[in-house]
């Protein structure tokens, strides 16, 4: 069994690395995982544990869908939260629009579900994670800094590649392997 996912690789610009920075700054007495830059990545689908047996399917879906695809451009423009107000989870960069891209996903979950994975229910929030957090010092002065540090700018991000990525899980953090780097040339 592999763990995979499928993502668009991106860099973020220098204006949402020095977004970053503040944040770790601003929110240096509350307990967050800061994801490494190079981690960074926009999540088509998370597919989980994976029989080795599925990987060439999923390839084959995956093609279909770059084939099936138009090369399109994404604004980052926002930052959001998971998870609640009194227990907030996960910080994120995301998009105000994003049909393309939900688009795309839609193309890929009817690939899946024929390869026999279950639908992938529940909202569908492309975004970029920046940091999963573990306690939150005061509520109050999170909040306000996140609403102070909303960003102000934005970022094209080309879609162009789909990539299968296998995902370890280590005590110092996740490491990637790219299984597969398919261009978008529909």
Request: hydrophobic share 40%; with cysteine.
């Amino acid at each position: 069994m592999k763990r995979l996912f499928v993502a668009v690789n991106i860099e973020l610009s220098n204006e949402y690395k020095a977004l970053t920075q503040q944040l770790k700054i601003d929110l240096r007495n509350d307990n967050i995982v800061w994801v490494k830059s190079e981690l960074q990545h926009l999540t088509l689908r998370f597919l989980g544990e994976t029989p080795e047996t599925k990987i060439e399917p999923i390839i084959n879906a995956l093609s279909i869908v770059s084939n099936s695809t138009q090369i399109f451009d994404l604004q980052l423009d926002k930052m959001g939260i998971f998870g609640s107000k009194h227990a907030p989870e996960t910080l994120w960069y995301g998009f105000s629009e994003f049909s393309l891209f939900k688009n795309m996903f839609e193309k890929l979950e009817k690939e899946l579900f024929s390869l026999g994975f279950q639908e992938n229910y529940g909202n569908f929030v492309p975004n970029i994670t920046v940091g999963r957090i573990k306690k939150v010092d005061s509520k109050k002065h999170f909040w306000e800094t996140f609403e102070k540090l909303q960003p102000q700018f934005t970022q094209t991000i080309s879609v162009n590649h789909l990539k299968l990525i296998q995902s370890k899980l280590n005590n110092d953090g996740p490491k990637y392997k790219t299984l597969c780097d398919l261009v978008i040339n529909g």
